[in-house]
């Protein structure tokens, strides 16, 4: 059963749901021990600091936006340069955060999930400091 606060994230987007549980389903067997957290605007992934994020956060301009689609957030110690990212920004010094939006199941592929997991090494890294 699906905890309530998914259902919730999920409302006004019931479309991305399947694509959000592979999402889930393959982060977690790359990064096992992470945590997932549902609030009201993201889904986290944290082990124990957040690493990965979901939301629907429209990072591209509502012409080139995909009808249905997720924004897959990771953070790293360095810019990824990757003309899949749709926008970097450094929020603190040594500090990257990268977005990606997806509307594909495909999208969710090798590439992808290897940015995730480098940044859960990263957030796993910073916490051991």
Do not use: C
């Amino acid at each position: 059963m699906m905890e309530t606060d998914r259902v919730l994230f999920f409302a006004g987007h019931p479309q991305a749901l399947g694509m959000y549980l592979y999402l889930e389903e393959q982060i977690l067997r790359r990064v096992p021990e992470a945590v997932v957290k549902t609030a009201k605007t993201q889904i986290t992934f944290a082990n124990p600091r957040g690493f990965a994020f979901v939301s629907f956060l429209p990072v591209r301009r509502a012409a080139l936006r995909p009808e249905v689609f997720l924004t897959v957030t990771f953070g790293l110690g360095y810019r990824k340069e990757s003309p899949r990212i749709d926008a970097a920004t450094e929020p603190y010094p040594g500090r990257w955060t990268h977005h990606v939006m997806v509307d594909s199941q495909e999208e969710i592929d090798g590439e992808l999930l290897d940015w995730i997991a480098e940044a859960a090494a990263f957030s796993a890294a910073k916490r051991k400091k």
